[in-house]
């Protein structure tokens, strides 16, 4: 019964759904994939509801019933459409559930109602979205090469519905797609379910200077009606490959260097990856291929030249530099140390061999001498280290030095022999020069006393005593060494006379009365002691006289006198013994 009704109903409803699909303003029910979707019925259901049906139009040519529920047998009938068996049923309010919602359900349903006499079909619009994939970029390119149009990677976006848009963003911005050095091309397929499987291929031509560059891309899909979301990838880098501009070649320690050290030539280049093999030629033959350096050990004057370096896959980018290897000798003449006797004359002189411009200097004590350097008549002196140094203009550190000692020797000689009167004794000084050390012996009378203290003062030697004479002395400095000995002789009165002033007393400095001294006091004092000693003169002219008149025998013979023959008998023997030597200084 169910079913004459519907099939009498038939070419009317057809022709209704056909205006139903013409109006504009149709409610349009939206879903996901898989949802469960009520499509409401908005025809006319109320007062004396005969049937209701929801149909759809499956092709353009036939439009199937789907479900109608017919009052009069309170029955619901659904038409055997394999599409929706199991998936369709009718709410409470005549609205239509579709479960497990998919693309082919995007179409125009309808809701025909039969009210009393009236019939009433509004139609309602499903549409269905599905979420793709995250977006993934395969097939990534490993490295891009400069000015090289070239294939970054495929952005896959699967099982989307609509159809979504790919977007690429070059560091986190959107590729210019009207740019010269990107293509964009897109292969868009719908797999078995009816989604849109998208890949979109980008190449891209970069520039050295952008180092690296960080690719993502973006799905842009519809949710709803004027909903759009998007999903992006997640970022992949690319480095950027490009080939040297310059190549440079440096050379360890340095471009001129020493004889017999070791040189490393190392090139680099400015390209990335850095290049490392590299071909060294020397005067425009090849040495070594396909290393970043060369080294030379043990460099000789044979090493000399001009060294270049270029990248193996670009011979014309090259660096030249110019390997200098210098050689520096010295020598001293004299080469090793010398004796001289005082007198003779010597020439010292610096030797320096040399392949560059040089700097030769001959010292003593820091004092710096010309070279060579002639010694006329030598002196002591003139003893002492001699050191050439030879640097070579071009090479830093680089340097030679030579050193010889040289000595003047000579037989002893008694520079000074002075006596002076300190704090009740009488210092005797003995100063000797001679080399080699001359041995200073002293004699007082035939005695040797023992040596109070030596004191070396350059070339010359400083000897001293301290004695205190009972009598009139004489004492002696005898000098000797390898080349022969020199004496001298100095007369000491006994402490309790004073000592005549002569070239070997020597003034205490310390004397305070010495120091005031100065040429005016001299003259007075001399002129004072003459007036004195006229005085006193006159006064034993007067005394003698008066003695003389007197004449008395018995008071001639005094202490005194016997004391006296004492002391020059014992002086006399004194210079017996010392037979040679002056007190000349
Ligand atoms: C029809 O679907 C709605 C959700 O769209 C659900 O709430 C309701 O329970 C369903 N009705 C039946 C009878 O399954
Ligand atoms: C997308 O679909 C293609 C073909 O079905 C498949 O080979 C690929 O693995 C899928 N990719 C993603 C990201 O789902
Ligand atoms: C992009 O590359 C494809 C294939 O090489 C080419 O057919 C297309 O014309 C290019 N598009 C542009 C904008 O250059
Ligand atoms: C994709 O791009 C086209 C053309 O620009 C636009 O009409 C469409 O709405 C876009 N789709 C989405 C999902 O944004
Ligand atoms: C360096 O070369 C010189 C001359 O060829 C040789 O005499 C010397 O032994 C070498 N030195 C080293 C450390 O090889
Ligand atoms: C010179 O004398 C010094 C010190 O006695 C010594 O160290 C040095 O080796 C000598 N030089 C030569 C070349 O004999
Ligand atoms: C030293 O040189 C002087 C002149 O330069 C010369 O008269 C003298 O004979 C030389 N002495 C010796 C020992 O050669
Ligand atoms: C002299 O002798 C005294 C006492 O022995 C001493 O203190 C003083 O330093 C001496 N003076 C000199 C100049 O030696
Ligand atoms: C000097 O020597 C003689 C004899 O050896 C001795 O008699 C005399 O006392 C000595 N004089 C002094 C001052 O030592
Ligand atoms: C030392 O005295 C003796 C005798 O008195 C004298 O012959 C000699 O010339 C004196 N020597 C000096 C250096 O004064
Ligand atoms: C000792 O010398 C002093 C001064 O030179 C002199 O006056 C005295 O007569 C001398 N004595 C003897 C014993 O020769």
Redesign the pocket.
């Given at each position: 019964m169910g079913a004459s009704s519907t099939g009498v109903l038939h070419p009317i409803l057809f022709l209704l759904l056909g205006l139903g699909m013409q109006v504009q303003a149709m409610t349009t029910v939206t879903a996901m994939v898989g949802d469960t979707v009520t499509l409401p019925c908005e025809a006319k259901r109320f007062g004396d509801l005969n049937l209701v049906s929801w149909r759809v139009k499956l092709t353009d040519t036939s439009i199937e019933q789907l479900i109608s529920y017919s009052s009069s047998s309170s029955e619901t009938k659904m038409k055997d459409i394999p599409e929706y068996k199991d998936r369709i049923l009718l709410n409470k309010n005549f609205f239509l559930n579709i479960t497990d919602v998919g693309i082919k359900d995007e179409r125009v349903f309808s809701c025909f109602t039969l009210v009393g006499s009236d019939i009433d079909e509004v139609p309602v619009a499903l549409k269905v979205y599905k979420t793709p994939s995250n977006p993934e970029i395969m097939a990534l390119a490993t490295f891009l090469n400069e000015g090289v149009l070239q294939k970054v990677g495929v952005c896959v976006v699967n099982n989307s519905y609509p159809m979504p848009n790919i977007t690429w963003q070059h560091n986190y911005k959107d590729v210019d797609l009207s740019s010269p050095d990107v293509n964009v091309t897109n292969n868009v397929v719908t797999n078995k379910n009816g989604f849109y499987e998208i890949q979109s291929s980008l190449r891209y031509s970069s520039r050295r200077e952008e180092g690296k560059i960080s690719f993502t891309c973006m799905a842009i899909y519809f949710e709803g009606l004027n909903k759009t979301a998007s999903k992006e990838s997640s970022p992949v880098t690319l480095l950027i490959h490009y080939k040297s501009s310059k190549i440079s070649l440096e050379v360890t320690p340095a471009q001129d260097v020493e004889e017999g050290t070791n040189v490393t030539m190392s090139c680099s280049g400015d390209g990335y990856p850095p290049p490392e093999k590299f071909n060294f030629m020397k005067n425009g033959e090849e040495k070594v291929v396909a290393t970043d350096h060369y080294g030379l050990i043990n460099v000789t004057q044979d090493d000399t030249g001009e060294y270049t370096c270029s990248e193996q896959d670009n011979p014309d980018i090259k660096d030249a530099v110019n390997v200098t290897v210098h050689y520096l000798t010295l020598t001293m003449n004299p080469n090793e140390n010398v004796s001289k006797m005082v007198g003779e004359n010597i020439t010292l002189e610096c030797l320096a061999f040399s392949s560059g411009a040089l700097q030769v200097t001959l010292m003593k004590k820091n004092r710096v001498y010309q070279t060579p350097l002639r010694l006329d008549s030598l002196q002591y002196v003139h003893s002492g280290t001699y050191t050439c140094s030879a640097k070579l203009v071009e090479v830093k550190e680089m340097k030679r030095e030579k050193t010889i000692i040289v000595r003047v020797e000579g037989k002893p000689r008694i520079t000074k022999l002075t006596k002076k009167v300190v704090n009740n004794t009488k210092v005797i000084t003995c100063v000797v020069e001679g080399f080699p050390k001359p041995i200073v012996q002293w004699s007082i009378?035939?005695t040797a006393p023992r040596e109070e203290s030596v004191k070396d003062r350059k070339s010359q030697w400083s000897h001293k005593i301290t004695v205190q004479?009972?009598?009139n002395?004489t004492v002696t400095c005898l000098a000797t060494n390898a080349h022969g000995q020199d004496q001298d002789t100095v007369n000491l009165t006994a402490m309790r006379f004073k000592e005549p002033v002569d070239e070997t007393l020597e003034q205490d400095p310390a004397d305070p009365r010495d120091k005031k001294n100065d040429g005016k006091n001299d003259q007075a004092k001399v002129i004072v002691g003459v007036i004195v000693g006229l005085l006193i003169a006159a006064v034993i002219a007067g005394v003698v006289y008066w003695l003389y008149k007197k004449k008395s025998p018995t008071s001639k013979t005094k202490t005194n006198e016997r004391g006296t023959a004492d002391e020059i008998k014992?002086i006399n023997?004194?210079d017996n013994n010392h037979t040679s030597g002056s007190s000349a200084v």
């Open positions: 009378n035939g004479p009972s009598e002395i014992k023997k004194g």
